[in-house]
């Protein structure tokens, strides 16, 4: 059972997903709250709850029942030092992710959902939009649906200036607890359809990462300083409006994720242009961290 003395209300954001939720307080959460907010957290996907003004100590407290937590992988000196499992990100410091992305894709298993604490906020712009991935994909047709269930796409870490960091996920992901299929690429870390010929996944990663940019997927909230934000990272993409003055800083604590599982891919990777022609450096990566994965699978 949820806190007797909390008076939840959940209101509704938008029609894809995300709802704002006042009356209770976080930092006082029991295990009934924490379910209640997980079974929340899939179903509206991303959650709102203001005034919350959380110290480190209770955003670190809050997040543990929810998973093990991580620090960046790749941005290590953007975590606060006293607490690892926060990742800081100032504005005034570079740290605007104004590039659509779920976080962390090009690890085998990226995190399962962030935790976000905004602790100062501009008041106007450097809101955050987020786009329902499982509503993009009920809306292709069913001859898309049915093409983009077949495929798997390479992702790498090269916006952290580590392209050797890579992993290859279905482009279609089943939520493990809803069971809604998802569209699993996006314009900051994906870069290959692995199936396709190399001009043939430029244009058709580029329609997969517009498509999920749609206006009617999405939710736009704008912060004030002590809301903390949490989505599920498994089916949405995030983008922040670089759009502001100001300073607009964040900390974030981030649950590790499983791996992404779909119906997988049902035809062989296309990498024929590896070492024999012109066209060869768009396989070459591809081609390369295939050998690599069937090397260590041998060991
Ligand atoms: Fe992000």
Known sequence: MANAGNQWNVKRLAGALGAEIT??????????????????LVEHMVLFFPGQHMSQDDHVAF??????????????ERNISDHPEIFQLVGSQGGIADEWHT????????????????????ETGGDTMWTSL????????????????????LHDAH????????AIHPVVRVHPESGRKAIYVN???????????????????????????SPRFT??????????????????????????????IIQRVTVMGDQPTGPGPRWAPW?????????????????????????????
């Open 23 to 40: 009356g209770l307080e976080l930092a006082s959460a029991d295990e009934g709250d924490i379910a209640e907010i997980k079974r929340l």
């Open 63 to 76: 997040g543990k029942p929810f998973g093990p937590l991580e620090g960046h992988p790749n941005l290590a």
């Open 103 to 122: 976080d962390l894709t090009f690890q085998a298993q990226p995190a399962l959902m962030s935790i976000l604490n905004m602790v100062q906020c501009p």
């Open 134 to 153: 499982c509503a993009a994909f009920e809306a292709l047709s069913p001859p898309l649906r049915e093409m983009c269930e077949g495929l798997s796409a």
């Open 159 to 166: 916006p952290h200036g580590v392209p050797e960091k890579m």
């Open 187 to 213: 314009e900051h870390f994906t870069r290959r359809i692995v199936e396709m010929s190399a001009p043939e996944s430029v244009v058709f990663l580029r329609f997969l990462t517009d498509w999920v940019q």
């Open 219 to 248: 939710v736009r909230y704008h912060w004030t300083a002590g809301t903390i934000g949490m989505w599920d990272n498994r089916a949405t993409q995030h983008y922040v409006l670089n759009d502001f003055e100001g300073e607009r």
């Open 271 to 299: 990498t024929e242009n590896a070492s024999r022609s012109a066209m060869s450096r768009h396989d070459r990566q591809l081609s390369g961290f295939l050998k690599e994965r069937a090397a260590e699978a041998a060991e």
